[in-house]
């Protein structure tokens, strides 16, 4: 019985990886992989955004307490685009604009969009 038993399991093992097959993946970075959370893009270093635009701000269309005024700034989307500034609704009471802007990360930097927290 125990001979049988050892068998069977010799004859698995030797024959299981003929079933699983040789696949091999080689991973090749240029550079060390950096992690991108949603919004970041990475590029390679496009230099500062040129000088920002001036712009006439409106008067809110409601109490400044639920609105706030996100200023216009340039974005990278592969080149520099200039995006208005607008008024904007708070998500919630005490919410905070984040700027748009490079933020390091590793050995590069990341670009990551205006946000509220």
């Known amino acids: 019985m125990k001979t049988s038993t050892f068998i069977k399991c010799a004859l698995i ?3 299981l ?3 699983a097959g040789c696949v091999e993946r ?10 991108v959370a949603p919004g970041e893009v990475v590029v390679a270093d496009p230099g500062e955004p040129p000088a ?8 809110a269309p ?11 700034c340039w974005e990278w ?3 520099w685009v200039w995006y208005g500034g607008h008024w904007a609704a708070r ?3 005490g ?5 748009s802007g490079w933020v390091h990360r590793g050995h590069g930097r990341v670009w990551i969009s205006g946000h509220w927290r």
Request: net charge negative; charged share 15%.
């Open 77 to 79: 989307r592969g080149h």
């Open 62 to 72: 409601g109490p400044l307490e639920a609105w706030f005024w996100v200023p216009g």
């Open 13 to 15: 093992g030797t024959t």
């Open 95 to 99: 919410a905070i604009w984040i700027h």
């Open 52 to 59: 920002p635009q001036v712009e006439v701000v409106t008067v």
């Open 91 to 93: 998500p919630h009471p």
């Open 26 to 35: 080689e991973v090749v970075y240029r550079d060390r992989p950096v992690a």
């Open 17 to 19: 990886p003929l079933f």
